[in-house]
């Protein structure tokens, strides 16, 4: 007959066959032994309940406007708290609505053979027992320490505690959950990722978020105090009754000095280098327009450039002047004498030979008649003028040198002739 064994503060004796057996239950469902064949996965693939809503009718015309509607009723908004952001809770599980990802207590738990943590009425952790989950993995400094998961730091993001004391990043356990809880027989096994604790709760705490903000905090007061003491001693270095004694430093020392007076110098007076560039183009372009015209004027033009000058001239075939528009060159009329009139004339000339010379007389006293009486002046533009014309343009002109009337540049003059 099996001994019975008297467990725990309750005065029941169990036998040595039911705590074996409740052992040996436990441990395989805590490294999770179980036969293919159980149902563990009803609760698993049991079908979502159907949230069902009551439907009204809505009848619109389309008269009506939404603005007033809309602005009939006052919105409202809530601020959002600090304290509100950083409340710490359970998460509860999409899939069968409880907090936890812990199953029911295991016989060994329930008559004692087997350590059960602080839970409630409903077999969750309670607020003591999270409290005391917390302070170990503070006093590991696990929140100090890089997400497991990802080895990143924790930052201002969403940080969970498992009820086996370990933290890592919501989105990283989450995923991990998605992609390892399953098992080849179909259970869902979630186990924590470190110590591969099955039955766990999890917790939303934000321990890794104000070790960032400390670490933040720190370094943006060291980063403030180094440029304060940086300010300091540059100040101290300038002042003159803290020279030092060594000949290198009192040299870097003085050269320090004659640049902050060089600098100083240097912003006290206003340079405005484009007035200044734009001054000397100025004074270049001035300078050539001199020494162009003073070239033009002092250069003596050759025969043959002359020669070139008046072919340009003919080529443009100007028949008056710029200045007085009038023609250069009179036009000579030549008589036209008809055949008739010509045999007549020979039989004139048969008969008395003195009216040819008569005749040749006039012809040459009618062509010098018709020459251009006004002289003309060739310019080396290849502009031509009445001299006249030009020397009352030159005696009016108020530029000290004299241009071209047409093309405003500077000119020699010559005789010129048709």
């Not at 869902?188 to 099955?198: G, K, L």
């Not at 006039?362 to 030009?390: D, G, M, N, Y």
Request: glycine share 2%.
């Amino acid at each position: 007959m099996a001994s019975k064994r008297r467990v725990g503060n309750d005065n029941i004796n169990y036998s040595s066959a039911l705590m074996s057996s409740a052992i040996q239950d436990h441990r395989a469902r805590t490294l999770d032994l179980s036969m293919p064949g159980r149902s563990l996965t009803q609760n698993i693939n049991r079908p979502r309940p159907i949230k069902t809503h009551q439907i009204q009718s809505v009848i619109d015309t389309g008269l009506k406007k939404k603005t007033e509607t809309n602005s009939s009723v006052p919105t409202q908004t809530l601020p959002v708290t600090k304290s509100y952001e950083e409340r710490e809770y359970v998460l509860q599980d999409p899939q069968t609505l409880i907090s936890s990802h812990r199953q029911r207590g295991t016989l060994a738990e329930r008559i004692g053979l087997i350590h059960m943590t602080n839970n409630d009425a409903e077999n969750h952790l309670t607020e003591a027992a999270w409290n005391a989950i917390k302070q170990r993995s503070n006093d590991r400094q696990d929140s100090n320490c890089p997400c497991a998961i990802c080895q990143e730091d924790f930052g201002l993001g969403q940080q969970v505690l498992l009820s086996c004391s370990h933290v890592f990043h919501r989105a990283c356990l989450t995923t991990f959950e998605k992609f390892v809880s399953h098992n080849a027989n179909g259970s869902d096994h979630r186990t924590c990722p470190i110590c591969r604790r099955a039955q766990y709760e999890k917790r939303i705490i934000y321990e890794g978020a104000k070790i960032h903000r400390a670490k933040c905090a720190s370094r943006i007061q060291a980063a403030w105090r180094g440029y304060i003491v940086r300010q300091w001693y540059k100040n101290f270095r300038l002042d003159m009754s803290n020279i030092p004694n060594d000949t290198k430093l009192r040299r870097k020392f003085y050269q320090d000095k004659l640049s902050e007076i060089t600098d100083r110098i240097i912003a006290s007076c206003d340079f405005d280098l484009n007035d200044l560039f734009n001054e000397i183009d100025r004074n270049v372009e001035r300078a050539r327009a001199i020494r162009q015209a003073f070239d033009a004027r002092i250069r003596t033009i050759d025969d043959d450039e002359w020669q070139q000058i008046k072919e340009r001239a003919k080529q443009r075939h100007e028949l008056e002047c710029s200045i007085c528009k009038c023609l250069l060159q009179p036009i000579i009329i030549e008589t036209i004498i008809k055949k008739s009139m010509k045999t007549k004339k020979n039989k004139l000339e048969k008969l008395f030979p003195q009216l040819k010379s008569i005749e040749e007389k006039s012809i040459v006293k009618t062509q010098e008649e018709q020459q251009p009486k006004r002289p003309l002046v060739l310019l080396s533009c290849s502009h031509v003028f009445h001299a006249t014309c030009l020397q009352m343009f030159e005696e009016y002109c108020c530029d000290a040198t004299s241009n071209c009337p047409v093309c405003r540049t500077a000119y020699q003059k010559n005789t010129y002739s048709f």
